[in-house]
């Protein structure tokens, strides 16, 4: 089944100690974001790559990392979290460059609770 | 920048027929995208516009004008199963960039 997979799901935690949230596409797409959704603020993008190797900041970059090592994977990280960064997170991806639409998939969300 | 505009809110009566506004000033313009999002859950596609004019998908319909900077979603014969939000989101470059979404529209369908 084509999907995006994002673990954990739910994960609360304490200021300052890393994490990681994982992201997987089994869809052979080039392209893979993060977005943050928070309540009245709609959906903002923190990172995106398109290529492997490639990525690039979003709209609210500040305490978060990503690597893309492989086309399929394209994680997430926390070095030190903040209560700021409670939030409800979603990995998305897209297809290869080509035409078309390239609508988004996203994975199912990693609600992120830092206390 | 990049503004995109959206009612905050809609309520709307089952059966009947509701449209759900976007207005953006982007930058450029290379596509219009709508999605649904049943709270707590992923954003789904529902439609996609890059040319003017309407675009028919079963219950659900996409209006395009890029002269106006306006786009609408229109719902049709609505089920309580439609109570979600509705984002507007615009690619504003050409090729597999990364798009600019709205805050999204709250839809309550009631009985």
């Known amino acids: 089944e084509a999907q995006v997979t994002q673990n954990p799901r739910y994960l609360i935690t304490v200021t300052g100690k890393k994490l990681t949230v994982t992201c997987s596409q089994n869809?052979?797409?080039?392209?893979m974001s993060w977005y943050r959704q928070d309540p009245g603020l709609g959906l903002r993008q923190i990172y995106y790559?398109?290529?492997?190797?490639?990525?690039d900041k979003g709209d609210v970059p500040e305490g978060y990392k990503v690597s893309r090592k492989e086309k399929r994977n394209f994680p997430l990280i926390l070095e030190s979290p903040s209560p700021n960064q409670t939030s409800l997170y979603f990995c998305?991806?897209?297809?290869?460059?080509?035409?078309?639409?390239?609508?988004?998939?996203f994975g199912p969300g990693t609600r992120l609770t830092v206390t | 920048g990049q503004n995109i505009d959206q009612p905050t809110e809609m309520t709307a009566t089952e059966g009947a027929i509701v449209q759900i506004n976007c207005t953006y000033q982007?930058?450029?313009?290379?596509?219009l995208f709508w999605y649904q999002q049943h709270a707590g859950e992923a954003p789904t596609f529902l439609s996609y516009?890059?040319?003017?004019g309407l675009e028919e998908k079963g219950r659900f319909s996409s209006f395009l004008s890029r002269s106006k900077g306006y786009s609408y979603l229109l719902l049709k014969e609505l089920q309580m199963k439609d109570s979600a939000s509705y984002l507007c989101a615009v690619r504003d470059r050409s090729g597999n960039t990364p798009l600019v979404f709205g805050k999204g529209t709250r839809l309550s369908v009631i009985a």
């Open positions: 998305a991806s897209s297809l290869s460059p080509g035409g078309g639409s390239y609508e988004q998939y």
């Open positions: 869809m052979n797409h080039e392209y």
């Open positions: 516009n890059v040319l003017d």
């Open positions: 790559s398109m290529n492997v190797e490639v990525t």
């Open positions: 982007t930058s450029g313009f290379n596509g």
